[in-house]
C-alpha cells in the first residue's frame, strides 16, 4: 500500500502525451516501468511506478478534457509519437491503474474556487483559461492527489 | 426518456434558467445542456463579474442542479469513444481523429460540444440536436 504520498496523480494533456509515449513503447503494458526523462522527473517517475505496482489504493488520472486537447492539437503535441488507433485502444481498455476522470456537473464547485488570475512565484499576476483550470479542479475532485503538468500557472494552485 | 422531445439549452438560456428559474414551456421538454454552457458562464462570471458574482453563480447552479428538471451531458470515456474517431469498421491503422474534432481554429467549447452531441444510435437524445449545436455558430 502506498503511504505518505499522493495517491493520484493527475497529467495534463502534454504530460498524458508522454506518459502515452513511454507507455506504448513499454515490452510489459500492464507493468510498464517509467524512466526519468525530459518530461518526468525522477520523482514522478518513481511516483507512477509505485502506483502501477501497488494500484490497489492509487491511480494515474486524466481528465476526458485532456484527451480531447491531445486530438485538437494532435501533430503538435503527439507528434507521431503513437498511432490513433493505440490511442482508441488505450481510451477502450486503459490498465487498471489509470483512471479517465469525467468532465461532468461535478466539476463545476471546483472551478468555482479557482481563481481566474494565478499569482506566480515573481509575484505578477497571470490569467488562467477555464480550459486550463479544468485540469486543476479535476485534480481537486479527489483528496491526496497532484497534478503533474509544465504549466508554471498550474503548478501555483493548491 | 417516454415521448418527449428533447431541448438543448444554449449558453443564453441556461443564464436565463439561472437567473429567473426555468420556464414553465420547458415541461414540455426534456432539456438539456452540454457541460460547456455551465463552464463558459462560470467563466463569464469569474472575469466579468456579470450577470451574478461567483458565490451567487454556485447557488443558483446548485439549486437548478438539485431541482433536476435540467439534465447535463458531459464528457466521459463513453463519449471519447464514440466522439474521437472515425473509420472504425477498417483494418486499425485506417483508424482516424473524426475531423470534426481536429480542427483547433475552432474553440474547444464548440469541439467539446461537438464530441458530446455527435449523431450515434447510443444516444438517448434527438440526434438532430448536433445540427441545433452547430446552427448557433453560423
Excluded at chain 2, 462570471?45 to 435540467?70: I, Q
Aim: with cysteine.
Amino acid at each position: 500500500m502506498i503511504e505518505n504520498m499522493e495517491r493520484y496523480i493527475f497529467l495534463d494533456a502534454g504530460l498524458l502525451a508522454d506518459f502515452l509515449d513511454q507507455y506504448f513503447r513499454s515490452s510489459k503494458r500492464l507493468y510498464p516501468h517509467f524512466e526519468k526523462s525530459s518530461e518526468f522527473s525522477d520523482d514522478i517517475a518513481q511516483m507512477i511506478n509505485r502506483i502501477i505496482q501497488d494500484p490497489q489504493f492509487s491511480r494515474i488520472c486524466a481528465s476526458s478534457f485532456a484527451f480531447v486537447e491531445l486530438v485538437r492539437k494532435w501533430d503538435e503535441i503527439v507528434k507521431e509519437r503513437f498511432k490513433v488507433y493505440q490511442l482508441q485502444a488505450f481510451i477502450s481498455d486503459p490498465p487498471e491503474w489509470f483512471l479517465i476522470e469525467p468532465l461532468d456537473e461535478n466539476i463545476v464547485q471546483y472551478l468555482c474556487i479557482i481563481s481566474p488570475e494565478v499569482r506566480m512565484a515573481d509575484q505578477n499576476m497571470k490569467p488562467l483559461e477555464w480550459t486550463d483550470a479544468i485540469h486543476a479542479a479535476t485534480k481537486m475532485t479527489r483528496e491526496n492527489s497532484i497534478l503533474v503538468t509544465r504549466d508554471e500557472r498550474l503548478r501555483q494552485i493548491r | 426518456m417516454g415521448n418527449l422531445r428533447s431541448l438543448l439549452l444554449s449558453k443564453s438560456q441556461v443564464e436565463k434558467i439561472l437567473e429567473h428559474g426555468i420556464d414553465a414551456s420547458t415541461s414540455e421538454f426534456i432539456a438539456i445542456m452540454t457541460i460547456v454552457e455551465p463552464l463558459l458562464i462560470l467563466e463569464d462570471v469569474k472575469k466579468k463579474g456579470k450577470p451574478f458574482n461567483t458565490a451567487s453563480f454556485r447557488t443558483k447552479w446548485e439549486t437548478l442542479m438539485r431541482s433536476s428538471k435540467v439534465h447535463v451531458i458531459g464528457l466521459d470515456q463513453d463519449t471519447l469513444l464514440r466522439g474521437l474517431f472515425d473509420n472504425e469498421d477498417g483494418p486499425k491503422e485506417d483508424l482516424q481523429l473524426w475531423r470534426e474534432v481536429t480542427d483547433c481554429t475552432i474553440p474547444p467549447d464548440r469541439t467539446i460540444r461537438r464530441i458530446i452531441l455527435r449523431p450515434s444510435e447510443m444516444n438517448w437524445w434527438e440526434n438532430d440536436l448536433y445540427q441545433v449545436m452547430e446552427d448557433w455558430f453560423d
